[in-house]
């Protein structure tokens, strides 16, 4: 099995991951507030990163001109983001939250055409928009509607928020990732997070009578932050890297789909026509903006992969 087709399954493995984590963390703030929840899974996720971190015999060498721009970056991604993210999952639905998630991909290719030189071609541009259109399809599918009524438009709004947000930082991460390998890079922002939001979400934790929290509630902490966070950062920084933003990011369209396979086959929902003609599209979507053209000429060989 060669290595592109091992960074193709990965990331697979990351869009279940992140799928079934809309749910477990909805289903756990009410024992648990959202800071306090980001703040332990974060202390998590470090644990695992510094664990692989020293695992591979890596070390960390930060030129002093490399500290402000890394501790920017992991400000954006764990402290806005996440901030953001888990904010907007307790005002609002999971399903809202996975499928306007599904929106990352369309960000991520605007923002890195107009700042970077990953460019659109024809190809990742009619992926990119099949994709984003058959989450269209899934939201208008679904048995209750999706709307921005007074109940969810602040949850709604605050993870668009996050989604720009992810799109911009996915972009900004291939410049470092050129000095810095993935995990490295995973370390240093993940440990700026994990600081930042312990100290944010200590207020509530000192409130908490830990006696009282299931051991379901613990579980899910410790699924978001080993897995969600810990694991997932570490693939999805290195895909970045191999493969390209547009390329990973494309992967989240997945994350809608697969909740919704997720209720189909543990709570024995049904789907709409229009979900499973979405699910297809997104499928679709991803093959081509992942597809190559054949290069005739010599030189074309050293072109950036997609």
Known sequence: MNRRTLIE???????VIWALNFSVIKGNLDEIDPLS???????FAAVIIWGALLWRGQSINVPRRDWWPLVGMGVLANLVYQ??????????YAANVAVIMGTIPIWVALIAHLFS??????????????????????MLGGSEELDFSSDTFIGDILTICATLVWGAYTVLSRNFLKRYTPLQ?????TTIGAVMLFLVGLPGMTVIDWSQVSYGAYGAVAYS?????GVAY???????????????ATYQNLVPVLGLM???ILLNEQLAFEQYLGSGLVVGGIVLARWKKRRTKPEASKSVSN
């Open 117 to 138: 030189d990953e460019k659109l071609d024809l190809l990742k541009s009619t992926g990119v928009a099949l994709a984003f259109g058959g989450v269209v399809f899934i």
């Open 37 to 43: 929840f980001n703040g332990l899974r974060f202390l």
């Open 262 to 264: 997720f209720g189909v």
């Open 234 to 248: 570490i693939i999805w920084n290195y895909a970045i890297q191999e493969v390209g933003a547009v390329h990973t």
């Open 185 to 189: 890079f995973s370390t240093v922002t």
């Open 9 to 15: 399954i990965a990331l697979m493995t990351v869009t």
């Open 225 to 229: 932050g080993i897995l969600s966070i």
């Open 83 to 92: 901030g953001l993210f888990i904010i907007g999952i307790d005002y609002t």
